[in-house]
C-alpha cells in the first residue's frame, strides 16, 4: 500500500545549507524504498537522494538567494509520484517559501 496521488515528501525544512523532508510512505511503513527527485523544467532529473530506512532524504539548497523553485517527485521503482513544488530562497539565510502539493 502506498498513498496516491501526490508525492508524499513532508516535515521540509531547512538544514545546514540542505532541503529536508520525510518520504511519509516510508516513514509510516507504507512503503520500503523511495528515491526524491529534482526536476528540470523540461521533466529531466538533476539531482535525487535516496530515502534512508526512517524515510528522511536531503537535497543541497542553491547558494545563491534568488528566488527558486525546487520541483520534486518520489518515485519508487518504475512509479512515479505527481510533481510538487518547493518555493525558496537558498544562501545563507536559506529559506522555503511556499509548497505547492500539485503542480498546476
Not at 3 to 17: H, K, Q
Not at 82 to 101: E, S, T
Request: charged residues 30%; proline residues 6%; aromatic residues 6%.
Amino acid at each position: 500500500m502506498d498513498l496516491p496521488g501526490w508525492t508524499p515528501f513532508d516535515a521540509l525544512r531547512i538544514e545546514r545549507g540542505t532541503l529536508c523532508g520525510f518520504d511519509l510512505g516510508i516513514y509510516h511503513g507504507l512503503a520500503n524504498a523511495g528515491v526524491v527527485e529534482r526536476l528540470d523544467k523540461g521533466d529531466d532529473v538533476v539531482d535525487s537522494r535516496t530515502v534512508d530506512d526512517r524515510g528522511r532524504a536531503c537535497l543541497s539548497v542553491p547558494s545563491h538567494d534568488r528566488y527558486t523553485i525546487y520541483r520534486l517527485r518520489i518515485r519508487r521503482g518504475k512509479q512515479l509520484k505527481p510533481v510538487m513544488q518547493i518555493h525558496l530562497k537558498g544562501g545563507p539565510n536559506a529559506r522555503i517559501l511556499g509548497i505547492v502539493r500539485i503542480e498546476p
